[in-house]
């Protein structure tokens, strides 16, 4: 009986993917569906950013960690959560499809959060409460592991959702139609306007409870909101519009490099013949790519040395040996984003230090407004997100429009320039930073007390510089790598900065270690570490990040900015190479073709 019902069940899935697959009705897909998806984004997004935003103070305060433990904490969870996206995209696109990947990122999701919940209602969880920071008792091995393992499970959840929930949505309009198309820009919008909405009571409602009311409360809320939005999820689950996996390209990018490898002494010639398959044979976006003359090494993955590498249908045999100029295209597409890649990473480090050590300066500062009220830590990153508003209007609402009536048309500020601009505004960041964390630890001295009395207000700017840096560097490299990939690679471009994001956190995190452990040689004390930020240099480390910041600016300056304005001009329209092999099938057969291939002695 239970085999039955599953094989019931297995077919009834399978009839909803055919349908799924099938061209769009007014019975599946458009906004019906798009409504249960931005409920489910809206409350996932309150529940996963009321964690995210008040993490560095719940490890502080309830497991009585060292402030250099939990910066590597948080830094390589964050780290671990963008991987785990690139991951989940691929297992998304190869197996599961979008659908399936979201629901049990979802799952994966909620059991983390419940097991934080946990942790904060069941004290023999964690050790006990402390008064006296430096004599704090250190956790049981077994409690950092059961944390541990509520990260992980946090982790895998992001891995599943942060690649699917924008695509998903996408998926349920028809993009071939001026109408769809308008509806798809109509969702980003309202995607974005919900996640806003969410971002804001997670960063005031929930963390004010958190930090002054309850840590069980501030738990159970967003793991009641993630119930809710997997209940959202499935309810809509006949309405939706689910597109079979076509197969990842990071796939296809492995095929070219191992065939490329192979094929390494190879040399093409102008009578050399190139695989390019039929527009038939492309991806299900039926998209092709102009050939570019850049990476030539890969294009010797799409030679074909020998007529047996093809079979009947002019097919490869070996899909290991022999790919297409498509998949060679989209590879290059991919390492020509690689440049200004690097600059986004350390861009991205300097965002990532207000999220751990800034939190740490707010701790220590003078957080009353009034006699009965003190500013949560947690509310600090609503600064940096507010003055990312503010520009956002000010440059789309007000400086495009008034340039427009200027010169008659929109004037956009260039790629280049907002990169530049990001840049200088990451190290401007760092150089507040270090000035305001000096002041703040000496009047903490002269006071002989842990928390200086100098108002947290002071580091308001810093964080608002964090902030205007995400705005001009962090959204205009991801506008590079979205316009840069062709259609059917918006996934890749996602994958891609979540990457430089996993890479910011990781790089972050040794850059800690590193100054720890050489400031600390000798028994001199520390630049960072320790329960007390008065005791340690921070503002020395800022200086050092600021450095860094230096030196990306000159990077992009003399390197990375080339490939701005180098970016190949990708077409819908088919463009066969002269020398293609699908070119020649209706003048002579395959048997008959003449292969001039130069194999280099060396």
């Not at 200004?340 to 480090?349: D, E, L, S």
């Amino acid at each position: 009986m239970e085999n039955a019902t599953t094989n019931s069940s297995c077919e009834e899935e399978q009839k909803q993917d055919e349908h799924a697959s099938a061209p769009q009705t007014q019975e599946a897909g458009g906004w019906r569906s798009v409504y249960y998806i931005i409920g489910n984004e809206s409350f996932e997004k309150l529940a996963s950013m009321s964690l995210i935003s008040n993490l560095t103070m719940y490890l502080l305060t309830r497991y009585n960690l060292s402030a250099i433990f939990v910066v590597n904490v948080v830094q390589i969870w964050n780290g671990s959560s963008n991987v785990a996206s690139i991951i989940g995209a691929f297992i998304s696109d190869t197996y599961l499809g979008r659908f399936r990947t979201l629901l049990f990122g979802s799952i994966a999701s909620l059991l983390g959060i419940l097991i934080m919940t946990l942790t904060a209602g069941i004290h023999q969880l964690r050790p006990a409460n402390c008064t006296n920071r430096p004599h704090c008792q250190w956790p049981q091995p077994w409690q950092l592991g059961i944390l541990f393992f509520a990260l992980a499970m946090l982790s895998v959840g992001a891995g599943g959702i942060r690649p699917c929930n924008i695509a998903f949505g996408a998926d349920q309009f028809d993009t071939k139609t001026e109408k769809g198309r308008a509806q798809l820009e109509s969702f980003f919008n309202w995607w974005y306007f919900t996640f806003t909405i969410a971002l804001v009571i997670a960063l005031t409602g929930v963390v004010y409870i958190q930090t002054n009311v309850s840590w069980t409360l501030g738990f159970a809320i967003p793991t009641l909101c993630l119930a809710f939005s997997i209940a959202i999820f499935l309810i809509g689950r006949h309405t939706y519009i689910r597109k079979k996996p076509q197969g990842s390209v990071f796939s296809d990018m492995a095929k070219v490099i191992t065939a490329a490898c192979r094929k390494c002494k190879l040399k093409t010639s102008d009578r050399t013949r190139y695989y390019d398959p039929a527009p038939s044979e492309l991806d299900h976006n039926n998209v092709s790519l102009v050939r570019t003359d850049r990476f030539k090494f890969l294009e010797k993955a799409a030679i074909i040395s020998d007529p047996s590498e093809l079979n009947q249908q002019l097919k490869p045999k070996n899909v290991w040996r022999l790919c297409s100029l498509q998949q060679v295209e989209e590879l290059k597409c991919l390492l020509g984003i690689l440049p200004v890649w690097v600059t986004g990473i350390c861009c991205f480090i300097v965002m990532d230090q207000q999220n751990t050590f800034g939190v740490l300066q707010v701790i220590q500062t003078n957080r009353s407004i009034g006699k009965h009220f003190k500013v949560p830590p947690g509310w600090m990153n609503l600064v940096s997100m507010v003055a990312l508003s503010i520009w956002i209007y000010i440059y789309e609402c007000i400086y495009i429009r008034v340039t427009k009536k200027i010169n008659k048309k929109a004037t956009r500020l260039s790629m280049s320039l907002r990169i530049r601009i990001g840049i200088l505004l990451s190290i401007l960041c760092m150089l507040v930073a270090a000035i305001v964390e000096q002041k703040r630890r000496d009047s903490a001295l002269r006071a002989k007390s842990f928390a200086s009395p100098m108002s947290f207000a002071v580091l308001l700017p810093q964080f608002a510089l964090s902030g205007l840096n995400e705005a001009f560097a962090a959204v205009s490299i991801m506008e590079f790598f979205t316009t840069e990939m062709p259609e059917s690679m918006r996934t890749v471009a996602g994958a891609v900065f979540f990457l430089s994001l996993s890479v910011a956190n990781y790089l972050g995190s040794l850059i800690v270690n590193i100054v720890h452990k050489a400031t600390s040689h000798g028994g001199r004390n520390s630049w960072l570490g320790g329960h007390d930020l008065n005791d340690n240099k921070l503002d020395y480390y800022y200086y050092l990040i600021a450095a860094l910041g230096v030196l990306n600016f000159f990077y992009f300056n003399f390197f990375a900015s080339h490939f701005l304005s180098k970016k190949p001009s990708n077409d819908t329209k088919k463009v066969q190479p002269k020398n293609s092999i699908l070119n020649q099938q209706n003048e002579e057969p395959p048997q008959e073709k003449v292969f001039d291939i130069t194999i280099d002695p060396r």
